[in-house]
């Protein structure tokens, strides 16, 4: 099993910053791709960005040129770095690690983290 630890939520206004981190421990391997997602008050889930372990990236047009992924492997640890924050942008943010083992794919999520941006 592996555990996946947010921090870094909260409330802002328009046009600003905020930083989430995700800490993943216990059963880690090595063949992984770490992310975000989020969901929106009556919406589905979506992909915000996400990273392999080389460093590979995608995002979400929505966030392209706004949000920054990045990871630290020696941590286990990815980022999303979210800058010109709008309204739309709020939603429960959820780290995601897909990864891989004798051909074997595990799915893990975090808990979540609320991300509100004020008008």
């Known amino acids: 099993q592996v555990q996946l630890v947010e921090s870094g939520g909260g409330l802002v206004q328009a046009g600003g910053s905020l930083r989430l981190s995700c800490a993943a421990s216990?059963?880690?391997?090595?063949?992984?791709?770490m992310g975000w997602y989020r969901q929106a008050p009556g919406k589905q889930r979506e992909l915000v960005a996400s990273?392999?372990?080389?460093?590979?990236?995608n995002y979400a047009d929505s966030v392209k040129g706004r949000f920054t992924i990045s990871r630290d492997n020696a941590k286990n640890t990815v980022y999303l770095q979210m800058t010109s924050l709008k309204p739309e942008d709020t939603g429960v943010y959820y780290c995601?690690?897909?990864?891989?083992?004798?051909?074997?794919?595990?799915?893990?999520w975090g808990q979540g983290t609320q991300v509100t941006v004020s008008s």
């Open positions: 995601n690690r897909d990864q891989w083992y004798s051909g074997s794919k595990s799915v893990y």
């Open positions: 216990g059963s880690i391997f090595s063949i992984n791709v």
């Open positions: 990273i392999t372990r080389g460093g590979s990236t």
